[in-house]
């Protein structure tokens, strides 16, 4: 796991925009994971700036979403679909039919939809780089705590906490589903390359459960240290409870002078 801590929020997505591109520039047609949430949109605006700039193109990409509430469509507002769009797809070349979701609008069918979203990540001969953000209570996609740590796409019920977090992002009328489809802790594990981002003092816990902490389904992401290729960019603040940013400064170092 490599731990790289930034002064702030935007550096953190300059890094994990280039990544994207120096991925893309080596594969244009990889497969990408995505993440929704408030912490990647600062990412995907850079990737807006540098496709503007022609220094990357998704017209050849493949991308599949972590998550989707269930019960709503690609025009609903709150839909993780329509998130995607506004935040990125609608702003690049990536062809929209290439763009995938775990989408279930009725959760009767769920086990048929969420076998057809590993099947269509297998077809793709899987996930070059998945991009994650983080809950408070440590889940990545909707896996929250106590999910299997080797779970695969499927209906997951959303705790208070990760409710509450998020209903900031419903109006006033708007109903806030209580389930979620989510790729498995599995099916993320199984990304070649694996980008988490995250910032604010609020994500500190979570951060420090993670990297320093037992892995444990108590803290889904803290899987993350089972996988051996992962990257974790941060700001300061989502750092501050972390006991070795010493060593990981370090590291990051001397990784910079090898590369
Ligand atoms: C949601 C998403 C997660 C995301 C989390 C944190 O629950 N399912 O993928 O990481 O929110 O979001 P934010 O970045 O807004 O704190």
Redesign the pocket.
């Given at each position: 796991m490599e731990v790289i801590i930034f002064e702030n929020e935007s550096l953190v997505a300059k890094r994990a925009a280039s990544m994207f591109v120096d991925l893309l520039t080596a594969k244009p047609s990889a497969v990408l994971g995505l993440?929704?949430?408030?912490?990647?949109i600062k990412t995907y605006q850079e990737l807006i700036a540098k496709f503007n700039d022609g220094e990357v193109s998704f017209k050849d990409v493949s991308t599949f979403n972590?998550?989707e509430y269930v019960g709503l469509k690609s025009k609903d507002k709150q839909s993780y679909q329509y998130f995607m769009r506004e935040q990125l797809f609608d702003s690049i070349d990536v062809q929209i039919e290439n763009t995938h979701f775990p989408v279930c609008v009725d959760a009767k069918n769920n086990q048929e939809m969420a076998e057809d979203y590993e099947a269509k990540i297998a077809e793709k001969k899987g996930i070059d780089l998945q991009l994650?953000?983080?809950?408070h209570n440590g889940?990545?996609?909707?896996n929250e705590p106590s999910s299997s740590l080797s779970s695969r796409t499927r209906l997951k019920t959303l705790t208070h906490s990760?409710l509450k977090?998020?209903s900031r992002l419903f109006k006033e009328g708007e109903v806030q589903p209580t389930m979620a489809m989510t790729m498995g802790i599995g099916t993320i594990m199984d990304a070649k390359e694996i980008l988490l981002v995250a910032t604010g003092k609020d994500k500190a816990q979570a951060v420090r459960d993670t990297i320093e902490g037992a892995v444990s389904a108590s803290c889904p992401a803290s899987i993350l240290q089972m996988h051996p290729s992962v990257t974790v960019l941060l700001d300061k603040h989502s750092a501050s409870n972390l006991e070795n940013t010493e060593y990981y400064q370090r590291v990051a170092d001397q990784v910079k002078q090898l590369r």
């Amino acid at each position: 796991m490599e731990v790289i801590i930034f002064e702030n929020e935007s550096l953190v997505a300059k890094r994990a925009a280039s990544m994207f591109v120096d991925l893309l520039t080596a594969k244009p047609s990889a497969v990408l994971g995505l993440a929704t949430g408030s912490t990647p949109i600062k990412t995907y605006q850079e990737l807006i700036a540098k496709f503007n700039d022609g220094e990357v193109s998704f017209k050849d990409v493949s991308t599949f979403n972590l998550d989707e509430y269930v019960g709503l469509k690609s025009k609903d507002k709150q839909s993780y679909q329509y998130f995607m769009r506004e935040q990125l797809f609608d702003s690049i070349d990536v062809q929209i039919e290439n763009t995938h979701f775990p989408v279930c609008v009725d959760a009767k069918n769920n086990q048929e939809m969420a076998e057809d979203y590993e099947a269509k990540i297998a077809e793709k001969k899987g996930i070059d780089l998945q991009l994650l953000g983080i809950g408070h209570n440590g889940h990545i996609g909707f896996n929250e705590p106590s999910s299997s740590l080797s779970s695969r796409t499927r209906l997951k019920t959303l705790t208070h906490s990760t409710l509450k977090a998020n209903s900031r992002l419903f109006k006033e009328g708007e109903v806030q589903p209580t389930m979620a489809m989510t790729m498995g802790i599995g099916t993320i594990m199984d990304a070649k390359e694996i980008l988490l981002v995250a910032t604010g003092k609020d994500k500190a816990q979570a951060v420090r459960d993670t990297i320093e902490g037992a892995v444990s389904a108590s803290c889904p992401a803290s899987i993350l240290q089972m996988h051996p290729s992962v990257t974790v960019l941060l700001d300061k603040h989502s750092a501050s409870n972390l006991e070795n940013t010493e060593y990981y400064q370090r590291v990051a170092d001397q990784v910079k002078q090898l590369r």
